[in-house]
C-alpha cells in the first residue's frame, strides 16, 4: 500500500521546478551526471547527484549563472507517460542508474520500499506507470506537479552542499546534495537571508564553543558531546525546574541500565521496527545485548516486577537517562542530531478511565516549564496514516480508541491544535507540543504519548474491585525530551543570553586590580552559600578587558568590585541589556539574585 505523500502546493511546484531547473543545468555543465532524487524540502529543495566533477560551493555561482540562462529560455516543463518496462530502458540507456533502480523496486516491490523523498517521483493511483518531464534538453523520471516552464520559476539561490548516501544507505554509493532556496520573489527571499544571517549568528553550535558550554573530541567521536561544568550547570539546572513540577505530582525517580537483552526489545517490538538503529554489543558467552535506544521497555519490566492493585494506580515513573540510537554521521548536526542523547523521561501506568487526569497533569507541567522561557505551544495530535497501517504496532480498535481519548484531552483544554496524520510513534498516538522561538521557527518539543501497546506486549495489568486482571494503558511523556536538542533551541531562542535564573554563571566579580581579589572572592563564597552562581574573574587585565569579556559571554549580572565596595558601599550591578546599573546594598542583591532565580521571572 502506498505512503504518505506530501500534497504539493502552489509553492511546493516552484521549488520543485527549481530543483529540476538545477538538474538542467549540471546536465549542460557536467554532462555524464547521474541523478538521484530531488525533493521539495522547507524553503527549497535538494537534488542528490554524481557529477564527473568534484562539486563545491566555488562552484554555485556558475551553476546559477546557467539556471537564469535556462529560466530566460521559458523552456517548457512537458509530461508524458509510459509503462515501467519502458522507463527502465529510457533511463538505462541515458545512463541513468539511480533512477532505473528506483523503477525496478516500485516494479518487484511496490512503493512500500520508497521513501516518502523517492515516492515524488511516482503517482500512487498509477503504480505501473511511470511518467517523466521533459526540460529542454534534461529528462527526470517525476510525478510533478511543476510550473509551466521555466520562466514562472521565482528567486533562488544555491546555499549549501554535502556528502549524502544514496538512499541512506552507507553501503551505497556517495552522492553530493545540492541544497537551494527558492521563494515566489526576491523580496521573499531576501528577506529570508537576512532572517538566516540572524540564525547564524544565534547557531548554538557557535554559540556553545564561545560561551564554554560544551565541546566535540574527535578521539571520542562526533556525535557525542562532552559537556564542561558550566554546560553541566545548564543541564542541571534544567532537570532540577522539570523534576520540582514532576515531584509536587508525586512522580517517583527509578534507575535503569543502559544496557538491554535483545529480548525485551523482541517483545516490546522495537526489535522489528529499529533494529537497524541500535548500537549492538555482543558478550564473550556470544548473548546479542543492545544500547537503550528508549526507557520504556525497561521501566514496564519494574511496574511488571509485582502485582498491582487498582488502588496502587496510577503508578509515575521518572528518570533522567541517556539513551543512544546509531544515526549516520552525514545527519549528525551538534546539539541537535547526536548519539547520545539524555532525556527528562517518565511513564505513568493507569486505567483507562485514569487518562484524562493524568495527561492534565502532564499538561500543567508542560505549560508551566515552557512559559518560564516565553515559547507560546501549539498542540498537535499526532495520529496514523490511515493510509499504512503496517507502519504501527497493535489493533485497530486500541489505535482508535486512543486518538479518540487524546481528541477528548484537547477538545476539554479548548485550544486551538493542529492535525498531524501519519506523525504517531509506531506503538500509539500523541498531543506534540510545537514551540515557537524568537526568530519564529516552530520545534517540536514536548510529548503526551498513549500506549495501548506495549502494557499488552509485556502483560501488565492490575487486579480491579471485582479481584480480576484489568489491562493498563501507559502514558509516555517527556518536557524536555532531548536534553541536547532543546539547550540547542534555548541556546538560538536567548541568542545566548539566558535569563538570570538559567544561565550557568549568574554573577561575575571583576576586582579592579589584585589587591582587591581576595575580598571579591570572599563575596563570591557568600553568594554561591545563598545558593547563587557566582565566580570571580581573576584574570590581571584591565578593567575594561574584564567588563568586554563579561559581556562577550554573555553574563546576566557583572560587578566591578574596588575599595568602596570592600568598605561595604552600595555595588552597582551591571545588568546585561540594561545602560544604567542596578544599585543596591550586598544583602539586597543577594536578596534580589535568589528571588529571581526562584521564582524564575529573570
Same mark, same amino acid.
Request: charged share 30%.
Given at each position: 500500500m502506498a505512503k504518505h505523500i506530501h500534497e504539493f502546493t502552489e509553492i511546493d511546484a516552484m521549488r520543485?521546478?527549481?530543483?529540476?531547473?538545477?538538474?538542467?543545468?549540471?546536465?549542460?555543465?557536467?554532462?555524464?551526471?547521474?541523478?538521484?532524487?530531488?525533493?521539495?524540502?522547507?524553503?527549497?529543495?535538494?537534488?542528490?547527484?554524481?557529477?564527473?566533477?568534484?562539486?563545491?560551493?566555488?562552484?554555485? +555561482? /556558475?551553476?546559477?549563472?546557467?539556471?537564469?540562462? %535556462?529560466? #530566460?529560455?521559458? $523552456? *517548457?516543463?512537458?509530461?508524458?507517460?509510459?509503462?515501467?518496462?519502458?522507463?527502465?530502458?529510457?533511463?538505462?540507456?541515458?545512463?541513468?542508474?539511480?533512477?532505473v533502480e528506483l523503477l525496478r523496486d516500485l516494479k518487484t516491490r511496490g512503493t512500500t520500499n520508497l521513501k516518502e523523498e523517492e515516492l515524488q517521483d511516482f503517482d500512487p493511483e498509477k503504480p505501473l506507470v511511470a511518467s517523466v518531464y521533459e526540460t529542454g534538453e534534461f529528462v527526470d523520471l517525476c510525478r510533478g506537479p511543476h510550473v509551466t516552464d521555466t520562466g514562472k520559476i521565482g528567486a533562488f539561490k544555491l546555499n549549501k552542499i554535502a556528502g549524502a548516501y544514496w538512499r541512506g544507505n552507507s553501503e551505497n554509493d556517495q552522492l553530493t546534495r545540492v541544497y537551494g532556496l527558492a521563494f515566489a520573489t526576491q523580496t521573499e527571499l531576501d528577506e529570508f537571508l537576512r532572517w538566516q544571517?540572524?540564525?547564524?549568528?544565534?547557531?548554538?553550535?557557535?554559540?556553545?564553543? +564561545? /560561551?564554554?558550554?560544551?565541546?566535540?573530541?574527535? %578521539?571520542? #567521536?562526533?556525535? $557525542? *558531546?562532552?559537556?564542561?561544568?558550566?554546560?553541566?550547570?545548564?543541564?542541571?539546572t534544567l532537570n532540577d525546574f522539570v523534576w520540582s513540577l514532576r515531584k509536587a505530582y508525586d512522580y517517583q525517580r527509578v534507575t535503569i541500565p543502559h544496557i538491554t537483552k535483545k529480548d525485551l526489545y523482541e517483545t516490546s517490538g522495537h526489535w522489528a521496527k529499529y533494529a537497524e538503529d541500535l548500537f549492538k554489543i555482543k558478550t564473550r558467552e556470544d548473548h546479542l545485548f543492545?544500547?537503550?535506544?528508549?526507557?520504556?521497555?525497561?521501566?514496564?519490566?519494574?511496574?511488571?516486577?509485582?502485582?498491582?492493585?487498582?488502588?496502587?494506580?496510577?503508578?509515575?515513573?521518572?528518570?533522567?537517562?541517556?539513551?543512544?540510537?546509531?544515526e549516520q554521521s552525514g545527519e549528525l548536526s551538534g546539539l541537535s542530531?547526536?548519539?547520545?542523547?539524555?532525556?527528562?523521561?517518565?511513564?505513568?501506568?493507569?486505567r483507562v478511565s485514569q487518562i484524562g487526569q493524568e495527561a492534565e497533569i502532564v499538561w500543567n507541567i508542560i505549560q508551566t516549564f515552557y512559559n518560564a522561557f516565553g515559547f507560546t505551544l501549539v498542540p498537535r495530535l499526532?495520529?496514523?496514516?490511515?493510509?499504512?497501517?503496517?507502519?504501527?504496532?497493535?489493533?485497530?480498535?486500541?489505535?482508535?480508541?486512543?486518538?479518540?481519548?487524546?481528541?477528548?484531552?484537547?477538545s476539554e483544554k479548548k485550544?486551538?491544535?493542529?492535525?498531524?496524520?501519519?506523525?504517531?510513534?509506531?506503538?500509539?498516538?500523541?498531543?506534540?507540543?510545537?514551540?515557537?522561538?524568537?526568530?519564529?521557527?516552530?520545534?517540536?518539543?514536548?510529548?503526551?504519548?498513549?500506549?495501548?501497546?506495549?502494557?499488552?506486549?509485556?502483560?501488565?495489568?492490575?487486579?480491579?474491585e471485582q479481584s480480576e486482571k484489568e489491562q493498563i494503558v501507559m502514558i509516555h511523556c517527556a518536557i524536555m525530551g532531548s536534553f541536547e536538542r532543546f539547550i540547542s533551541i534555548a541556546i538560538e531562542h536567548f541568542a545566548g543570553a539566558f535569563p538570570i535564573w538559567l544561565a550557568p554563571v549568574q554573577v561575575r566579580l571583576l576586582p579592579v586590580s589584585d589587591a582587591f581579589a581576595d575580598a571579591a572572592m570572599l563575596f563570591v563564597r557568600r553568594l554561591r552559600a545563598a545558593g547563587i552562581r557566582a565566580e570571580m574573574d581573576a584574570d590581571a587585565g584591565t578593567i575594561g578587558a574584564k567588563v568586554r569579556k563579561s559581556e562577550t559571554e554573555k553574563i546576566p549580572l557583572s560587578i566591578v568590585f574596588g575599595q568602596k565596595e570592600v568598605d561595604g558601599g552600595a555595588l552597582q550591578i551591571r545588568v546585561r541589556g540594561v545602560k544604567e546599573p542596578l544599585i543596591l546594598s550586598a544583602d539586597e542583591f543577594i536578596e534580589y539574585a535568589v528571588k529571581v532565580s526562584s521564582e524564575r521571572s529573570a
Open positions: 520543485h521546478s527549481t530543483a529540476h531547473l538545477l538538474a538542467a543545468a549540471l546536465n549542460e555543465l557536467y554532462p555524464g551526471t547521474q541523478f538521484g532524487v530531488g525533493p521539495v524540502i522547507e524553503n527549497g529543495f535538494y537534488y542528490d547527484v554524481k557529477t564527473p566533477k568534484t562539486l563545491s560551493a566555488e562552484d554555485f +555561482e /556558475m551553476i546559477e549563472n546557467k539556471m537564469r540562462e %535556462l529560466a #530566460g529560455r521559458k $523552456l *517548457p516543463f512537458t509530461r508524458r507517460e509510459m509503462p515501467i518496462d519502458e522507463a527502465i530502458e529510457f533511463f538505462a540507456g541515458r545512463g541513468q542508474t539511480y533512477k544571517e540572524e540564525a547564524e549568528k544565534r547557531d548554538h553550535r557557535k554559540l556553545g564553543k +564561545e /560561551m564554554g558550554l560544551f565541546v566535540f573530541s574527535d %578521539l571520542v #567521536g562526533p556525535g $557525542l *558531546p562532552l559537556w564542561t561544568p558550566k554546560g553541566t550547570m545548564l543541564r542541571e543492545a544500547m537503550k535506544p528508549m526507557n520504556c521497555p525497561h521501566h514496564t519490566q519494574i511496574y511488571a516486577s509485582e502485582q498491582r492493585s487498582y488502588r496502587d494506580l496510577p503508578i509515575r515513573y521518572a528518570e533522567t537517562t541517556m539513551v543512544y540510537r546509531d542530531r547526536v548519539l547520545s542523547i539524555t532525556q527528562d523521561d517518565a511513564h505513568v501506568f493507569c499526532s495520529r496514523r496514516d490511515s493510509a499504512a497501517p503496517e507502519k504501527y504496532l497493535g489493533a485497530a480498535e486500541d489505535w482508535d480508541k486512543a486518538e479518540q481519548a487524546l481528541r477528548d484531552i484537547l485550544v486551538e491544535w493542529t492535525d498531524g496524520p501519519g506523525e504517531a510513534a509506531f506503538y500509539g498516538p500523541k498531543i506534540d507540543f510545537m514551540a515557537k522561538d524568537s526568530l519564529g521557527r516552530s520545534w517540536q518539543v514536548a510529548t503526551i504519548q498513549l500506549d495501548f501497546n506495549q502494557p499488552k506486549s509485556f502483560g501488565l495489568t492490575c487486579v480491579n
